[in-house]
Structures are given as structure tokens and as C-alpha cells.
């Protein structure tokens, strides 16, 4: 069984920072991508980022320049730096976990980033 255990959400003025971060733990993870996506009010849930073990990233345009996701993969953590955020930002963010090995993906229970005044 696979968990995944998150936090970093709260609320956030425009143009601050947050960052977010995940711990999988399980078997069968070692070689996985490790992201984040989001799912705002009325909205389908969306891809943020992704990171590979080797280190590849994909980034949604809408977040390109803004944010950064990293791992560790000793630890099996990702990080995801949220800079300038923006109203449109607000959303329930999920981690998910993609293994290679397992062929399944596991997802966290969500944190909720808001970005308001």
C-alpha cells in the first residue's frame, strides 16, 4: 500500500510564496514521478508539475517561471516552490506518485493553497 503524506497549503496574500511538500511511502516506488495537481471549485483537476528520478520536470504554462517543483529521492519527497502567486493559484493541491514498478498511481488527500488579500 502506498501513502503519500502532505502539507505546506494555508493562505497566501498575492504575489507571496508557498511551498509544498510530500512523503511517499511504500514498495515499489523507487522509480516513479512524483507530481502535483490541482483542482479548483467547478474546475477539473489539472497537472501542475511533474518530476521523474532522473530529474526530468513538466511544468503547466499557466505556472512556468513561477514555480518549481524538486525530490529527494533518498527520501522519497517532492517539493513544490510556489512564487508569485496569483488569485487564479487557489486550489486543493494533490501529490501524486506514479510508480514504474508497481504500474499504479497513488494520491495524497489534498492541501488547500488560497491566495487572497
Known amino acids: 500500500q502506498v501513502q503519500l503524506v502532505e502539507s505546506g497549503g494555508g493562505l497566501v496574500q498575492p504575489g507571496g510564496s508557498l511551498r509544498l511538500s510530500c512523503t511517499a511511502s511504500?514498495?515499489?516506488?523507487?522509480?516513479?514521478?512524483m507530481g502535483w495537481y490541482r483542482q479548483a471549485p467547478g474546475k477539473e483537476r489539472e497537472l501542475v508539475a511533474d518530476?521523474?528520478?532522473?530529474?526530468?520536470?513538466n511544468y503547466a504554462d499557466s505556472v512556468k517561471g513561477r514555480f518549481t517543483i524538486s525530490r529527494d529521492n533518498a527520501k522519497l519527497t517532492v517539493f513544490l516552490q510556489m512564487t508569485s502567486l496569483k488569485a487564479e493559484d487557489t486550489a486543493v493541491y494533490y501529490c501524486?506518485?506514479?510508480?514504474?514498478?508497481?504500474?499504479?498511481?497513488?494520491w495524497g488527500q489534498g492541501t488547500q493553497v488560497t491566495v487572497s488579500s
Open positions: 518530476i521523474s528520478t532522473a530529474g526530468t520536470t
Open positions: 511504500g514498495i515499489g516506488l523507487r522509480f516513479s514521478t
Open positions: 501524486n506518485i506514479y510508480s514504474f514498478i508497481r504500474k499504479s498511481a497513488s
